[in-house]
T-cell receptor
Framework: GAGVSQSPSNKVTEKGKDVELRCDPISGHTALYWYRQSLGQGLEFLIYFQGNSAPDKSGLPSDRFSAERTGGSVSTLTIQRTQQEDSAVYLC?????????????FGPGTRLTVT | AQTVTQSQPEMSVQEAETVTLSCTYDTSESDYYLFWYKQPPSRQMILVIR??????QNATENRFSVNFQKAAKSFSLKISDSQLGDAAMYFC???????????????FGQGTRLTINP
């Protein structure tokens, strides 16, 4: 079946603009994760959704970042008033269930460049 | 907080030879999982191998095997018979084993860029 998909693949935006990044998880996967990969910080966790539970937002770097997951499927990561330090690759992953040895399947990421 | 350290930013190996990538981690927990992920230029993270902390036997997947030293908190990846397609960034990652809110996030090392010389 289809893997995790993300759109857009690449996004260039001007400083101060808002951006939305989309993630389509594998069908039936109840857990969804967002990570950020940047040169300075490496790979870091941003936010996690599991079923109907309240999301774990502990990794969001500032209140300019938010995410939602509609209908337990598609997720959107929104960055408001983008800054140059937001430039990074944003990776989405999903798994069939949280915990255990269940593999997280990653999408190809969205490369965000803030000019 | 858990940390993962990969001390080799870059490694290179001749095709068909064996290479070992190092990883150490720090945790006070007893139940956890360790992973090696491969990230080719396409950016897609691909799981190479996983190890459950409660298992003493080292995991193997075809040409890939790990040396898991729990007491030393070391988790190295050995790639045998290296192939050109193995060239990529390799990330070591840690995840807690307890199912509680927020416990499933992966903690990654900084990565090792592996080059295969033909």
């Amino acid at each position: 079946g289809a893997g995790v998909s993300q759109s857009p693949s690449n996004k260039v935006t001007e400083k101060g603009k808002d951006v939305e990044l989309r993630c389509d998880p594998i069908s039936g996967h109840t857990a969804l994760y967002w990570y950020r990969q940047s040169l300075g910080q490496g790979l870091e966790f941003l936010i996690y959704f599991q079923g109907n539970s309240a999301p774990d937002k502990s990794g969001l770097p500032s209140d300019r970042f938010s995410a939602e997951r509609t209908g337990g499927s598609v997720s959107t990561l929104t960055i408001q008033r983008t800054q140059q330090e937001d430039s990074a690759v944003y990776l989405c992953a999903s798994s069939i269930i949280a915990g255990g040895s269940y593999e997280q399947y990653f999408g190809p990421g969205t490369r965000l460049t803030v000019t | 907080a858990q940390t993962v350290t990969q001390s080799q930013p870059e490694m290179s190996v001749q095709e068909a030879e064996t290479v070992t990538l190092s990883c150490t981690y720090d945790t006070s927990e007893s139940d956890y999982y360790l992973f090696w992920y491969k990230q080719p230029p396409s950016r897609q993270m691909i799981l190479v191998i996983r190890q459950e902390a409660y298992k003493q036997q080292n995991a193997t997947e075809n040409r890939f095997s790990v040396n898991f030293q729990k007491a030393a908190k070391s988790f190295s990846l050995k790639i045998s018979d290296s192939q050109l397609g193995d060239a990529a960034m390799y990330f070591c990652a840690y995840r807690r084993g307890i199912i509680i809110q927020g416990a499933q996030k992966l903690v990654f090392g900084q990565g090792t860029r592996l080059t295969i010389n033909p």
